[in-house]
């Protein structure tokens, strides 16, 4: 096997969960070669190195076997070589950093405890029992 389609080297190498998904990234520009984009219908060469934006970072992969059958996730360093750069990587941590942050109390949505709270607070009978401690 000489080459093998993009989309379905893509999908092979579970870059992408299936093989349209694959094809739209390559349509959407996601998917470049030395700074072109790559049409699904493109093949993969041996020694190819390509680029793959996702999200906020852009990761490098270096082809070193070709297939054009799903693999298990162990077997896809023999056949895919990660290349990204550490830059890359630390932007991938950050994100995740960011995302994992805690809401501050008062800010967003109410807790249940908050609504619960809130209810009380609205009901008649509370407003009821303040009036009453204030008469005494």
């Known amino acids: 096997m ?6 379905k080297y893509l ?3 579970r ?5 349209s998904i694959a094809a739209d990234a390559c349509k959407n520009g996601r998917i470049t070669m030395k700074g072109v984009q790559l049409k699904p219908s493109r093949t993969f060469h041996i020694g190819d ?15 070193l076997q070709l297939t054009e059958n799903r693999l298990g996730a162990k077997l896809v360093p023999e056949y895919m070589q990660d290349c990204t ?3 890359q990587l630390e932007l991938l941590e950050l994100a995740r950093m960011a995302g994992n942050g805690t809401r501050d109390r ?3 949505r109410p807790t249940k405890k908050d609504r619960r ?20």
Do not use: C, H, Q
């Open 85 to 87: 750069a550490p830059e």
């Open 49 to 63: 190195t390509f680029n793959v934006r996702k999200g906020p970072i852009t990761y490098t992969y270096k082809v």
């Open 117 to 136: 709270d809130i209810e009380v607070f609205m009901s008649d009978n509370y407003l009821d029992e303040i009036w009453e401690d204030d008469e005494e």
């Open 2 to 7: 000489a080459e093998v389609r993009v989309d």
């Open 15 to 19: 870059i992408y969960k299936t093989r």
């Open 11 to 13: 999908w092979a190498m």
């Open 106 to 108: 008062g800010l967003g």
